[in-house]
């Protein structure tokens, strides 16, 4: 199993290659540095990457401003493609981002989605409404990406998280959890998850050999919240007591 830096190590890496558009064996090298350092290289290479192309960009994104929503959104589906669509967006307002948004079919959306860094535009995805941004988590519960919603998750407001949690089943939001950085944010959602939610996510980080993910997770309760899990692992069986009870108690979880 991987450690709680280990996998938040794993998943920067995955997000460098995804930046740099190569394999993640190209970068192995970069796996000595600590994941601290990985994030602030991430960062300056995203950095990097807008400003070098903003010169590019930004004109095409003042152009938009004088056609219609749906307009825009028929000729970045329809010429422009969804990797000029996500360069543009990060120089569009965020009203008439969403203006141009709700006009995309979903696939379109999330192929965009793809080739945008969700820090960059978190004030889009914080504004984005309910519906739109479950049905951008289901369309990429079909493609696997776990990654992207990781990285979204990161950058949207927990109300809206946790409506899309509860649609999500949970060996796949274990998975998800895996590429989450801001885990500390998730444990707002303990405080209202039912006993069902939170032993159906225990029971499959087990099965998914995942689990220091949701202990870190657990860690960051507050104290009323850790008691009532702690009081939902003691219905564990044996065996997955045993599987469970020393990592919980490096994260401060009791298991009797």
Same mark, same amino acid.
Request: proline share 4%; charged share 30%.
């Given at each position: 199993?991987?450690?709680q830096?280990?996998?938040h190590?794993?998943?920067?890496?995955?997000k460098?290659a995804?930046?740099?558009?190569?394999p993640?064996e190209e970068i192995?090298?970069?796996?000595?540095?600590p994941?601290?350092?990985?994030?602030?290289?991430?960062?300056?290479i995203?950095?990097a990457?807008?400003?070098?192309?903003?010169?590019?960009w930004?004109?095409?994104? &003042?152009?938009s401003?004088?056609?219609?929503?749906f307009?825009?959104?028929?000729?970045?589906?329809?010429?422009?493609?969804?990797k000029?669509?996500?360069n543009i967006?990060?120089?569009?307002?965020? #009203?008439?981002?969403?203006?141009?948004a709700?006009?995309f079919?979903?696939?379109?959306f999330c192929?965009?989605?793809?080739?945008?860094?969700?820090e960059?535009?978190?004030?889009?995805i914080?504004?984005s409404?309910n519906?739109l941004?479950?049905?951008v988590?289901h369309?990429?519960?079909?493609?696997?990406?776990?990654?992207?919603i990781?990285?979204?998750?990161?950058?949207?407001?927990?109300?809206t998280v946790?409506?899309?949690?509860?649609?999500?089943d949970?060996?796949?939001m274990?998975?998800?959890m895996?590429?989450?950085?801001?885990?500390a944010?998730l444990?707002?959602?303990?405080d209202?998850?039912?006993?069902?939610?939170?032993i159906?996510l225990?029971?499959?980080?087990? &099965?998914?050999?995942?689990?220091?993910?949701?202990?870190?997770v657990?860690?960051f309760? #507050?104290?009323?919240t850790k008691?009532k899990?702690? &009081?939902?692992?003691d219905?564990?069986?044996?065996d997955?007591k045993s599987?469970?009870?020393?990592p919980?108690?490096?994260?401060?979880?009791?298991?009797?």
């Amino acid at each position: 199993m991987l450690s709680q830096d280990e996998s938040h190590k794993n998943s920067e890496l995955q997000k460098i290659a995804s930046l740099l558009g190569t394999p993640e064996e190209e970068i192995e090298f970069l796996s000595s540095i600590p994941t601290d350092k990985l994030s602030f290289l991430r960062m300056k290479i995203t950095t990097a990457i807008l400003e070098e192309q903003s010169g590019v960009w930004e004109p095409l994104a &003042r152009v938009s401003k004088f056609m219609p929503n749906f307009l825009n959104a028929k000729v970045s589906e329809d010429i422009l493609g969804p990797k000029i669509t996500a360069n543009i967006t990060y120089y569009i307002p965020v #009203k008439d981002a969403l203006a141009i948004a709700t006009h995309f079919s979903t696939k379109f959306f999330c192929d965009v989605l793809e080739h945008i860094v969700p820090e960059k535009i978190e004030h889009i995805i914080r504004d984005s409404p309910n519906d739109l941004m479950k049905r951008v988590v289901h369309e990429l519960r079909k493609r696997k990406n776990y990654l992207l919603i990781g990285s979204l998750i990161d950058v949207t407001p927990i109300p809206t998280v946790h409506k899309i949690s509860m649609e999500v089943d949970d060996s796949e939001m274990i998975q998800i959890m895996d590429y989450i950085t801001k885990r500390a944010r998730l444990s707002d959602l303990l405080d209202i998850y039912d006993d069902t939610k939170i032993i159906g996510l225990t029971k499959a980080s087990i &099965r998914l050999e995942k689990i220091e993910g949701l202990l870190e997770v657990f860690s960051f309760a #507050k104290a009323k919240t850790k008691q009532k899990i702690e &009081r939902i692992l003691d219905r564990l069986s044996f065996d997955e007591k045993s599987i469970y009870k020393n990592p919980a108690g490096e994260f401060g979880i009791t298991i009797i």
